[in-house]
């Protein structure tokens, strides 16, 4: 299968700091890109869908302004949780898929985010 | 509204068969996707459907009914590696991919 890579897999912050999450697909071009958020035993939610070039579309009570998410290229995308807080501090990952709607989305390792 | 069941635990033993159900309720259908993810990690690609029918992939296999709404991953010869959570995900008409809560399958020796 496809291989998506997620950087950094763990980060530690303060509150009221910035942190980026990068998402890469290694061996294909990932048109679309979803960013998602888990809590401990719980299911995926996804925050936010975004395509190459274009402006994320965000899920029903996921801020913009606090999740600022960037796909500038067909590999990479970005995801800055801005003014953390530690009710930020979840495990975020992100999955890629080709350029086909009904195409198979493959999940990058995650990160896991804790804000002090 | 849309909706995905799958129970939310099941044990078997080492070696043994397990067969876990998921039915859904969507707003159309274009797939219904199985993941396994274990604790702490991303989940990894297991099996697509689309079709009607019995997918094998080694020890693993996934069968799909759109008619009834209903699909199973089964897992043979269970290895104590497969104690995960197994997710269940179907992608409605807006390619949109709606989650199940996630199955916890324990493995006993």
């Known amino acids: 299968g496809a291989v998506v890579s997620q950087h950094p897999s763990r980060v530690i912050c303060k509150s009221g700091t910035s942190v980026k999450i990068e998402c890469r697909s290694l061996?294909?071009?990932?048109?679309?890109m979803f960013w998602y958020r888990q809590f401990p035993k719980k299911s995926l939610m996804l925050m936010a869908t975004?395509?190459?070039?274009?402006?994320?579309?965000?899920e029903q009570g996921v801020e913009k302004d606090k999740f600022l998410i960037n796909h500038a290229s067909l590999t990479l995308s970005t995801l800055t949780v801005t003014s953390a807080h530690p009710e930020d501090s979840s495990f975020y990952i992100c999955s890629a898929r080709g350029p086909w709607e009904g195409e198979t989305q493959y999940f990058g390792p995650g990160t896991r985010l804790l804000v002090l | 509204g849309q909706n995905i069941d799958q129970p939310t635990e099941m044990t078997a033993t080492e070696g043994a068969i397990v067969q876990i159900n998921c039915t859904y309720q969507?707003?159309?259908?274009?797939?219904l996707f199985w993941y396994q993810q274990h604790a702490g990690e991303a989940p990894t690609f297991l099996s697509y459907?689309?079709l009607d029918g019995l997918e094998e992939k080694g020890r693993f296999s996934s069968f799909l009914s759109r008619s009834k709404g209903y699909s199973y991953l089964l897992l043979k010869e269970l290895q104590m590696k497969d104690s995960a959570s197994y997710l269940c995900a179907v992608m409605d008409s807006n390619y949109q991919l709606i989650w199940g809560a996630g199955t916890k399958l324990i493995i006993k020796p």
């Open positions: 459907n689309v």
């Open positions: 975004s395509n190459e070039g274009s402006k994320a579309t965000y």
């Open positions: 061996d294909f071009q990932a048109t679309t």
């Open positions: 969507t707003s159309g259908f274009n797939g």
